[in-house]
């Protein structure tokens, strides 16, 4: 069973930092591209971030580019959001998530974690 | 970046009804090489993590009920429940993969009218 868990989430003050961990499991982590997308508390769902299988291609919303970097680590099956320069538009969930064997759309999703910007 | 309109924002509805739901793309989300559409619906339930119901505008998910149907081409599609359970009440969401960045609608509510 395909499983994602992200952790890592919290209170952050405007302009700190923090890192966003995503654990797989349940399959093989290396050979699929990952995704960071979140959603702003009551709100729709925004991509963020995505790095391809072996951390070729990396591509970020505009929103992020310049702030968050995406990462992996295949050995630990684990994908990684690093946040930089948070704003309190940054307030979300952010779920880390995968495509289905046939590649259209994000067929597996974690459970969220939630970031909150406030002072 | 491509945007993509859903109507209704939300919806009444009745254990039973047929409904149908609305996404339009502000550009052809048809791939001319593979003839598939790059478009996917999600339905996701208060305190949940997204569901992929159906890709490729048409594909249903495995374990996704019949009812729920995707079709439309190039820039509008539709979802339609053919008979809405109560189970169904969320909120759905499309999804365009046609162009980095994916993007999403705002959503469609269903509510119990």
């Known amino acids: 069973e395909v499983q994602l868990v992200e952790s890592g989430g919290g209170l952050v003050q405007p302009g700190r930092s923090l890192k966003l961990s995503c654990v797989a499991s349940?399959?093989?982590?290396?050979?699929?591209?990952m995704n960071w997308i979140r959603q702003a508390p009551g709100k729709g769902l925004e991509w963020v971030a995505y790095?391809?299988?072996?951390?070729?291609?990396?591509y970020y919303a505009e929103t992020v580019k310049g702030r968050f970097t995406i990462s992996r680590d295949n050995a630990k099956n684990t994908l990684y959001l690093q946040m930089t320069s948070l704003r309190s538009e940054d307030t979300a969930l952010y779920y880390c998530a995968r495509p289905g064997k046939n590649y259209g759309g994000f067929a597996y999703w974690g459970q969220g974690t939630l970031v909150t910007v406030s002072s | 970046d491509i945007v993509m309109t859903q109507t209704p924002s939300s919806q009444a509805v009745s254990a039973g009804e047929k409904v149908t739901m609305s996404c339009k793309s502000s550009q052809s989300l048809l791939y001319s090489e593979n003839k598939k559409n790059y478009l996917a619906w999600y339905q996701q339930k208060p305190g949940q993590s997204p569901k992929l119901l159906i890709s490729?505008?048409?594909t249903r998910e495995s374990g996704v009920p019949d009812r729920f149907i995707g079709s439309g081409s190039g820039t509008d599609f539709t979802l339609t429940i053919s008979s809405v359970q109560a189970e169904d009440l969320a909120v759905y969401y499309c999804?365009?993969?046609?162009?980095?960045?994916?993007?999403f609608g705002a959503g469609t509510k269903l509510e119990l009218k």
């Open positions: 490729w505008a048409s």
């Open positions: 349940g399959f093989t982590f290396s050979n699929y591209g």
């Open positions: 790095i391809s299988s072996g951390s070729s291609y990396i």
């Open positions: 999804e365009q993969y046609y162009d980095t960045p994916n993007t």
